[in-house]
């Protein structure tokens, strides 16, 4: 579904991204993952090599223009060409607002948020020149009903469902389409640390009966990067086994 196009995926370590990563290289994209540090992204390269899948994979501090601005730059050079970005990297949050410091607030927002205008403003003037591009960027289901404790990651990920209507709107003549994925609860690292207390009631109340694998995000983040997903902009498209309330 993907042959001959380039993607960059942030976060692509572990978890979501990861599982990205693997389904893209399945149906034969080109794909670059970003991580946080050099450490995980060797390791993440070499745990794919052993699977015998091959990509690059670069550290950039997403917050940094220069950085971003660079490594793009290079992957363009070294590619001819970037198709899609898939913004996955983030971080949760579940303190009391009384117990969350303003830098923590600042610190979600800065990854949640910032980090995707800075990629996607990077990779836009290569996109406009091919006229033609997709950005994916990773929601949640609290984006839409909020959760009862950690408020700058809900805030954050309203944030991203803004952004991505906003920048369908003005990208759309360029032929750039700009989507969302709204996980519900999914298996990775990130929802781990959750007690089994916790998250046994939290399954009753999803219809589907289960939380999300990664399989299942990736498998909607390869659909709407792919030309199966040609009408589509503007969307933020709920996986979650209608886990809202
Ligand atoms: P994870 O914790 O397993 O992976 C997070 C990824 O983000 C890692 O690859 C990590 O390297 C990267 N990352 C973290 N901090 C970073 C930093 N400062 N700079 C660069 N990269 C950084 O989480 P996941 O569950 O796979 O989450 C992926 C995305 O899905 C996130 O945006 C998350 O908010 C979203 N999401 C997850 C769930 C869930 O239940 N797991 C639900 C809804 C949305």
Excluded at 35 to 40: D, F, L, M, P, Q
Excluded at 48 to 70: C, M, Q, T, W
Excluded at 182 to 199: R, S
Aim: glycine share 8%; with cysteine.
């Amino acid at each position: 579904m993907l042959e001959g196009k380039v993607a960059i995926i942030t976060g692509g370590t572990r978890g979501i991204g990861l599982e990205t990563v693997k389904l893209f290289k399945e149906n034969k994209a080109e794909v670059i993952l970003f991580g946080s540090r050099k450490e995980t992204v060797d390791k993440a390269l070499a745990s794919l090599k052993e699977e015998g899948i091959i990509v690059d994979g670069y550290y950039p501090n997403l917050n940094s223009v220069e950085e971003v601005n660079s490594v793009i730059d290079c992957i363009n050079t070294k590619y001819g060409h970037i198709d899609i970005l898939v913004n996955n990297a983030g971080i949760s949050a579940n303190k009391k607002i009384e117990d969350t410091t303003y830098e923590e607030f600042v610190n979600i927002i800065d990854l949640n948020v910032n980090a995707i205008f800075n990629l996607s403003k990077a990779v836009v003037p290569y996109m406009k020149k091919n006229n033609s591009g997709v950005i994916l960027n990773t929601s949640s289901m609290v984006s839409i009903c909020g959760q009862p404790s950690g408020v700058g990651y809900p805030a954050s990920k309203s944030a991203v469902n803004g952004m991505t209507l906003s920048l369908a709107r003005e990208l759309a003549p360029f032929n750039i389409r700009v989507n969302a994925v709204a996980p519900g609860i999914t298996n990775t690292d990130m929802v781990a640390k959750l007690p089994k207390e916790m998250m046994e009631p939290l399954i009753k109340t999803i219809p589907l009966g289960r939380i999300g694998e990664p399989r299942d995000i990736a498998n909607a983040f390869l659909f709407l990067a792919s030309d199966m997903a040609s009408y589509i902009t503007g969307v933020v498209l709920s996986v979650d086994g209608l886990a809202r309330n």
